[in-house]
Each structure stands twice: as C-alpha cells, then as structure tokens.
C-alpha cells in the first residue's frame, strides 16, 4: 500500500506481517508522518527492503534498520527528467517519507534483524516511488521467503533490485527478481487510459514468462470501492473539496485500500491535501485531529479503533465500512446518515455526512456495475469502468480551469527578443466563475447537475480554498511560466544577433552571454520546452557574442 505525507509525494511503502504459527498476513495500512528521519531512505532509484521495529515508547519512533550489503548505486540523476514525463498525480516531489505498515516485531537481535522469537514479524519496503500494485506483488514474493531465511533472502533481493533499469516514464521493463520476472508499464503523462489490462509485451525471448502487472500503481477500485458504490460520486465531490473525512474499518488492511482508492479517483488531478491510510491514537497529531477548538483540517484519515467514534464525532463526514464481502457477492451498500446519529455503540456501516451531492447520481453506470457483477466480470474490467468515469467527471470538471487559465498566457507575437517578456495575468475569480456560464461543464458533460455549485457551493467558493487548486494552479502556472521563458528563448535564437550586438556595451554584452547560458543549463535540465535546434542556436550565439569581445573577458567567460 501507498501514502502519502502532506505536500509532494515522498517515498512509497509497502509491508507484509506473519504471525508466528499462522502464517503470512497482510498487506497492511500505515501512519503516515511527515517528520521522519531521511534515514529510511534508499540509495537506489527503486526501493530496498528491510526490517523496521517500531519503539513502543516513542510517538514518532526512530527506526531500527541494517542495510543489506552488495555494491550500491547513487541516485539515478534524471530524476527530474523522469517526473516531468510522469502523471501529475505520479510525480515524486522531494523530501518526504511515507512509511506503511510498522508493526511491533518483537525481540531483535544485535544487529536489528528480527529474530525468530514469538511474536509478529513484519517486513517494510520504502521507496520513493508511488507504485503500490507493484510492491504489493514484491513483497507477497519476498516475504515468504524473508521469514525463512532472514537477512541472505534481502541481500539477494537488494541485489537484484539493484541491477533494475531506471524508472523512465513511458517505457515497459521486465524485472527479475527470485525467479520471477514481473513486466510492467511505467505510467508516462501522454499514456491513454484503457479500457482494460494491457496485454503483454516483449516477452517471447524470456524464460520464464513474466507475470505481467496491469498498473504499478492503481489499486483494484472496484474491489474497494464495492459497498459504496451508491455514493462514490459524493465521496468524490468530498475528496474535490478538500473535505475532512474519516475511513472507520475493521481492519489496517480495508482502512488503508479505502483512503488510498478515494485520494487515487482524482486523477488526472493530482491528491494535494495529507491522507493518513492508518491513523492511530499513537501518532503525534493526534490531539491536532481531535480537538473541538479548531474546524479538522483537510485530511481522509483512516482509522480502525472504535474510540475515534466519539473523539472524532465533531468531523463533518464519517465513513463507516465493515468486513469486505467475497468476490461474485452482491456488496450491500452503505446508507446516508446524518452525522448526529453516529453513535459510539452502532456497528452499521454508512455515510455519515449532511453533505448534499451537486451532481445526479449516474444510475447507468450503476448498472452496468451490479449486471457485472453478477455476470462475474473481471474485476479489472470493473475497475477500468469505474475509473473511467472518475476520469470523466475530474476531466469535466477541470477544463474550464485549464481553459481559462490559456487564455492568461501572453500572445506569442506579444513577446520581442531583446526585451523582457511579458507577465502572465493573474488568475481572478470572479472572471472564471462568470466564464463558467457559457463555457461550464453543465454544457458538454452527460452527467447533469449542479455543476456550478462545485466551483461555488453557496458562495464559500470552497474548492478555490482547497490544496488541490493551490497545487493545480502552481503546476499549471509553472508550467507557463516554462513555456514563456522558451518561447522568448526561440525569439532570440530567430533574430539577428549581430544587428543586436552593434553599439551595445560590453556590459549589455556579457549580461546576454549569462542568461543564454542560464537558460540552457535549464533547458539541458528539461525544465524547459525547448526544440534541440533552438538550443544548437542558442550555443552558436554564445560563441559568436563571447569571440566580439576583447580577449581579457574572453579568458573569463571561457576559462581554458
């Protein structure tokens, strides 16, 4: 499983538990926090996989740890490269840990490996990657094998991980690890969503053949999803919004699939508020979530104890789930509920919430849905349903936005060589929400309904004070920004240099030389859009600028 902590997507985890004498259990849920040691991190691009005890006696534990040996590599140095070709909703930002599933494991030996003592046993994998199908399917692999034989199963492991090609968005890679070779697609931002799992690839050479993964990173929505179907489009506008919202489960397991599966059906927009898969009374902001003095803050926290009940009763949305139901079963769905007849004593799952959905319920697609189900559909099949018309409704929604926020970039004949660029125009609210009469989404999406109150909803302009729109608009601003500084770059490598250059002081000169050279090492960076002719251009200039100097500050810029 995934989390995620507050801000940019940090590093990933995964985690598999036995108990002695009953065998293999989990995956589990985690806490997610925010201030975690950078100790936990891996030198290699992918992840690595070791013990993790967690001290009883701390609220934010530090982390026992040995590091398997074998030779290791240093970050891979594309990294940027790698997230600019990535989903927004897939890009890895910088500096945060998301660890899952810490899990007491009871007496270690003197190297911090755990022993075979009574007790549970769990294993961790961290990784800075948000591929959580992928180290799901490692760890039900490694696990078994970990709680055998202990640390020469995780140093064959690193050591094979290792050897893994980086992650390059857009590409399909096979992976070797214990006799397996697990093929998988990393997600590239011009992917098309399919319709179903993808077939497999490049495999006719290999032996054997490989188990082909059908997303690094989606989890089985419909699996999840299964007892709220009914209200998976309020839980959706509640997700949009930003809303506070607790996951009550049975189990670390449901609570942490059904947080992860409502911050994943945004996209493509990426989940910018924190999300705590499995929040305990433990974790240090604890007393932050359940005090009465302040309104809860914008997070889907998910929790098993029933003593949230009443300390987290004063949240405006409380989602009650109970054990998952076999596959081929009709899921009964949960009920709407006003929050004040949330009691600590009443096991029935519902939706706790006096929320009013904006748009209608979709009962096709409902339909469609049960008729599967009782078909036995594939649950892939199912799922790519579902997120399909996830999609829809976050495409809908944000093309407006996208819209209007084209029309605040500068013509491209606005913008001159020699002189400074213009600005983009500020994004203004009250513009938008007038543009959204004859250009909203209630005039090309089936799905009718309030559309306008989703920008709005009763004037508290609530989604403009969400994190999600912070995020989308400095994404989106950043991403103009980039773009206006490379067309201003393909201006200048258009125009006469020459013709410039004549009665220019040296000053003016050199001031010209440094920009150009600025804007290369970011273009060479791929933070800028540039065309590799533009940049040819640009290196010839500088050479032809720098050679009309005199020879002293041609020593200086040039250094031999």
Known sequence: MLARAPGPTGLAAASARRAPGHGLRGPLGR?????????????????WARPWRKAASATCPSPTRTQCGGQRRPWHTDDRHCDSGAPASLQTGEGQLSPEGLLPEGPSSGLGWPSLAPGPQSLVLVSRLPFVRLFQALLSLVAPEYFDKLTPCLEAVCNEIDQWPAPVPGQTLNLPVMGVVLQVHIPSRVDKPESGPPAQRGHENLLPAPVVLSSVHELDLFRCFQPVLAHVQMLWELVLLGEPLVVLAPSPAVSSEMVLALTSCLQPLKFCC???????VHDSEFKEFTTRTQAPPNVVLGVTNPFFIKTLQHWPHILRVGEPRMLGDLPK????????RLKTLDTKPGLYTAYTAHLHRDKALLRRLFKGLQKKRPSDVQTALLRRHLLELTQSFIF?????????MPLQKSITPWKTPPQIRPFRQDDFLRSLEHAGPQLTCVLKGDWLGLYRWVDSRRFFKSPHFDGWYRQRRKEMAQKLEALHLEAICEANIEVWMKGKSEVEVVDLVLKLRERLVRAQGHQLPVKEATLKQARLYIETVISSLPKDLQVILCPP
């Open 333 to 340: 769905q949960v009920k709407l509920k006003k929050p004040s």
């Open 400 to 408: 407006p936005l996208e819209h209007y926020m084209a029309s605040l």
């Open 274 to 280: 924190d999300y705590r898969p499995y929040f305990t």
């Open 31 to 47: 806490a997610s926090r925010p201030g975690w040691s950078a100790c936990a991190w891996s030198p290699s691009t992918w992840s």
